[in-house]
């Protein structure tokens, strides 16, 4: 399997722009997570997905951002517009649910620098 | 609300020597507990993941205890080795088997040959 994949790996856009980030999780996995990572605030849940549902989107900063996930080997993260303080590492994970000794594989994550 | 926290921030040693990386988390209800490295510019690789029934697993020159009631974990390194520089974060699986990682902000590890 390739793992979790995303593209793109880097992206500039200028402030206002719309962004969308793509998600790919590993065939079989039914869980599939957002995070944003930064240097203050470190690795945090933005949301994530359970059987292609959302669960939980409370980590999700405000009304800009939104995700979705139409099928299980597919996610998109819009920000819409963007904004200097949105430049972060977005990374996407995905995980087999139920019980055992499953834990989460990451993708190589999106570098966003909003300019 | 569950928080993670790791300690130190930021860890400087020569080769060779053995090291210890704390984890503490502040509810005990986890589904499991997993170990990360991260090197600079890339994403997460999982090292170790330690189910909530669990002690301890291990994996080559690494070993991963965990001690739910009290809400730690710890990471243990063999023979460090300046290939083991990156930084270590650790996460808590809340919210049963279909539940999200909370992260601690990591330990930076430094080995100099």
């Known amino acids: 399997d390739a793992g979790v994949i995303q593209s793109p790996r880097h992206e500039v856009t200028e402030m206002g722009q719309e962004v969308t980030l793509r998600c790919k999780p590993i065939?079989?996995?039914?869980?599939l997570f957002w995070y944003r990572q930064t240097m203050m605030r470190g690795l945090e849940l933005l949301i994530y997905?359970?059987?292609?549902?959302?669960?939980?989107d409370s980590g999700m900063p405000e009304d800009r951002f939104s995700a979705k996930m139409p099928n299980a080997s597919f996610s998109t993260l819009k920000i819409q517009p963007s904004e200097p303080r949105d430049s972060a590492v977005y990374f996407c994970?995905?995980?087999?649910?139920?019980?055992?000794?499953?834990?989460?594989?990451f993708g190589s994550g999106t570098r966003l620098t909003v300019v | 609300k569950q928080e993670v926290t790791q300690i130190p921030a930021a860890l400087s040693v020569p080769e060779g020597e053995n090291l210890v990386l704390n984890c503490s988390f502040t509810?005990?209800?986890?589904?499991?507990l997993q170990w990360f490295r991260q090197d600079p510019g890339k994403g997460l690789t999982s090292l170790l993941l330690?189910?909530?029934?669990?002690r301890e697993q291990t994996s080559g020159r690494l070993n991963a205890s965990l001690d739910k009631s009290s809400g730690r974990s710890t990471l243990y390194i063999a023979a460090s080795q300046p290939g083991d520089s990156a930084t270590y974060l650790c996460?808590?699986?809340?919210?049963?088997?279909?539940?999200?990682?909370?992260f601690g902000k990591g330990t930076k590890l430094s080995v100099k040959p």
């Open positions: 994970a995905s995980s087999p649910s139920g019980t055992g000794s499953y834990g989460y594989t």
């Open positions: 065939s079989g996995h039914n869980s």
């Open positions: 997905f359970n059987n292609n549902v959302p669960i939980d």
């Open positions: 509810d005990s209800a986890i589904y499991n």
């Open positions: 330690i189910q909530s029934s669990q």
């Open positions: 996460a808590v699986r809340v919210g049963g088997s279909q539940g999200n990682l909370i």
